[in-house]
């Protein structure tokens, strides 16, 4: 059994080859997909009400940025990672201190990235 085995995770993904991807990758670890969602009202929807334990969050959806559910998400006290190939230099300084899982990655990179966001110890 994972570390990650029920998590709950919210995917906000526009490039839909890169959501699934994300999508497979964490449920290889053990993690349950509750959205994968594209644009950023839907999102925000979600993040309002839905139980989840941790979001991946791609910070630009089709020209808009995603902080609004980072907003929404931090006032929930629910955790989240940025997914970017811009780097952490885009970042608000808010978010600044976020976990960012840096396009292209790999299943390594974003178990590490997971288990920042979460507070897990890293594995070796």
Do not use: W
């Not at 059994?1 to 839909?16: C, N, R, T």
């Not at 959205?35 to 139980?51: D, P, Q």
């Not at 969050?57 to 609004?68: A, H, I, T, Y």
């Amino acid at each position: 059994m994972s570390e990650f085995s029920g998590i709950k995770v919210l995917i906000v993904e526009d490039e839909g080859l890169v959501a699934l991807l994300i999508e497979d990758m964490l449920q290889d670890l053990g993690c349950e997909i509750v959205a994968s969602v594209a644009g950023l009202k839907e999102a925000c929807g979600i993040a309002e009400t839905a139980l989840i334990d941790l979001a991946v969050l791609d910070v630009n959806l089709g020209g808009e940025r995603s902080f609004p559910v980072a907003h929404i998400l931090h006032e929930r006290g629910v955790p989240f990672m940025f997914s970017t190939g811009y780097g952490s230099s885009r970042l608000p300084a808010e978010f600044s201190g976020s976990p960012v899982l840096a396009k292209p990655f790999s299943a390594t990179t974003l178990q590490e990235t997971l288990s920042l966001a979460l507070g897990l110890p890293l594995r070796n």
